[in-house]
């Protein structure tokens, strides 16, 4: 996420800061304190805390057990919304390992885990985030389409897409010519837009 | 998984591994359990354990669910999950199957403490 932020959550009451390390919570420390377990748990929005106040998020509540039991710890909240068991991976691969954890968590929902396609479509049967999308008493509904056209009806065509006027558009638009799309130093080379050619346009070679 | 427990072993770290349920009352029981895939995985690996928080956060769902089964009117029904967020009852905000609520999320954070403790040997 984008280092340093300060928003709030989607009902705009829970205030959602961002650290220089680009993940939910106060300001962490890269040095390691000795005696100090380092505790960092990978997930999505729901280890991230949507909607849930910062000290209430399971990570802070972690860290006061431990500390309860005599454990010495910083917990890392390095969940980020909307991320996959792939994402997370990655997520420890580049940023979350410089934190030099003595514990990792992983924490992910069990549609987390299924493959994303290089589209991030989920698979075939499956929700938006890939589980059998849930009914409004929480009981799987394994037709997702059925389900998806209750929630969003599809919206009637407009009525110029049920003429032949979208096509015709389309057709004349192809007629016209391409743009030209110079490079103000001539490369790559292309025909008619080489720097020798660009007398045509001594304002741009000015810039 | 693997790839990932390696990485962290590597560099001296230990993987405690838990499934957040969503919602609970759907989950895999392939993924639940002691018999569960990812206790499994960890079963035999040093540095590496699996945590279960499905069970608890089950129970603690569990008077809710029989509020809700009892209650036939559906004006009333929309009504108990919608102030979900502040039921003591129940784990998850408005909606049943989204994100949890901080009762949620206490049950969550003292499964994971023992889970932790466990892992470091304490």
Known sequence: MIPNQHHFDRFLKIPEDINSFGFRGGEWSREKR?????????????????????????????????????????????????????????????????????????????????????????????????????????????????????????????????????????????????PRICCLSGWPPRRGCSRSTSKSAPAEESW | MLALYEQIRARGGKLVITVLPQPVQAMDPRFVGPEGVWSRFCAGKEGCAYVDVIDPLRQALAPFRDRLAKTNDPAEREKLVTNATNDPNHIYLGDVGGHFNEHGMRIIGDALAGGVERVLGR
Not at chain 1, 51 to 79: H, M, P, Q, W
Not at chain 1, 122 to 151: E, Q, V
């Open chain 1, 34 to 178: 000795p005696g100090v377990e380092r505790i960092a748990v990978l997930g999505s929005s729901m280890t991230y805390g949507s909607s849930v106040s910062l000290e209430k998020i399971y990570t802070t509540i972690l860290e006061e057990r431990l500390a309860a039991d005599g454990v010495k710890s910083e917990v890392f909240n390095c969940a980020v919304q909307g991320y996959r068991f792939e994402q997370s991976v990655r997520n420890y691969e580049r940023n979350v390992f410089q934190l030099s954890p003595d514990v990792v968590i992983v924490a992910f929902a069990d549609q987390d885990v299924q493959p994303m396609d290089e589209y991030g479509v989920p698979p075939k049967g499956t929700s938006a985030r890939g589980s059998p999308a849930p009914s409004s008493t929480g009981a799987a509904n394994s037709d997702w389409k059925d389900w998806l056209k209750k929630r969003a009806p599809e919206n009637p065509k407009p009525s110029w897409a049920k003429t032949n006027k979208a096509q015709e558009i389309n057709e004349s638009s192809s007629r016209l010519p391409s």
